[in-house]
């Protein structure tokens, strides 16, 4: 079974759009992250709730807000989006130091 | 900012050779973790060394850290095709409270091993 899902796998729209990515894990994990992986690789933290209550918050647009209805799901929603916001978007959870990721969700503006 | 760099940016090898991949970071730490990620596919947590241990064992991986040089050495033994793959640091440098891990990531380094 995924231990962490995400959905969609791809995301292709039109600048302007908004769109919501979901993110599901079974592991039974209070931690919870989204982190945004550019065309370069470079993996970089955005959010991170723990126990439903957001800890971390980096430099994001506001443009971006997590929502956590339950600490098994972490959902992303990007308003207004822009061409800048193309990237492999990563949910992960974690326990402890080790943490778990997602398959990623391919976003593509237009 | 990004903490991590991970040196080469890529390395080709036959099948049987070792590979060797280095990290270097910047500011004190509490641990520094490997990940590996298959190409379109999320990290995958290989090993984690803590800031105390200066060598770490897994299969066929083998993890030093250096905290006096801030950096640390993944080796691959016996590489197999299968390791293609993307490598990655990432270091724990405080716990941000409430029980959450902020990781900072390298750029990584691509491994490719040819049959």
């Known amino acids: 079974d995924t231990a962490v899902s995400q959905t969609p796998k791809y995301l292709v729209t039109q600048m302007g759009n908004d769109k919501s990515i979901k993110c599901e894990q079974n592991?039974?994990?209070?931690?919870m992250y989204w982190y945004k992986q550019d065309s370069k690789k470079f993996l970089k933290i955005m959010f991170s709730y723990n126990n439903k209550e957001l800890i971390i918050n980096e430099t994001v647009p506001n443009r971006f807000s997590p929502k956590s209805p339950d600490k098994a799901h972490l959902n992303l929603h990007i308003n207004s989006l822009e061409l800048g916001d193309s990237a492999v978007y990563f949910c992960?959870?974690?326990?402890?130091?080790?943490?778990?990721f997602g398959p990623g969700t391919r976003l593509t503006v237009l | 900012s990004q903490q991590g760099e991970e040196d080469p940016q890529a390395l080709s090898i036959q099948e049987g050779e070792n590979a060797t991949m280095n990290c270097s970071y910047k500011?004190?730490?509490?641990?520094l973790q490997w990940y590996r990620q298959n190409s379109g596919r999320g990290l995958v947590h290989l090993i984690l060394i803590r800031s105390n241990e200066r060598e770490k064992h897994s299969g066929r991986l083998r993890v030093t850290l250096d905290t006096s040089k801030k950096s640390s050495s993944l080796l691959i033994t016996a590489s197999r095709a299968a390791d293609t793959a993307s490598y990655f640091c990432?270091?724990?440098?405080?716990?941000?409270?409430?029980?959450?891990?902020?990781?900072?990531f390298g750029k990584g380094t691509k491994l490719s091993v040819i049959p």
């Open positions: 990432a270091t724990d440098a405080r716990d941000s409270g409430a029980g959450s891990y902020q990781l900072t």
């Open positions: 500011t004190s730490i509490n641990n």
């Open positions: 592991l039974g994990h209070d931690t």
């Open positions: 992960a959870s974690s326990t402890g130091d080790t943490q778990y």
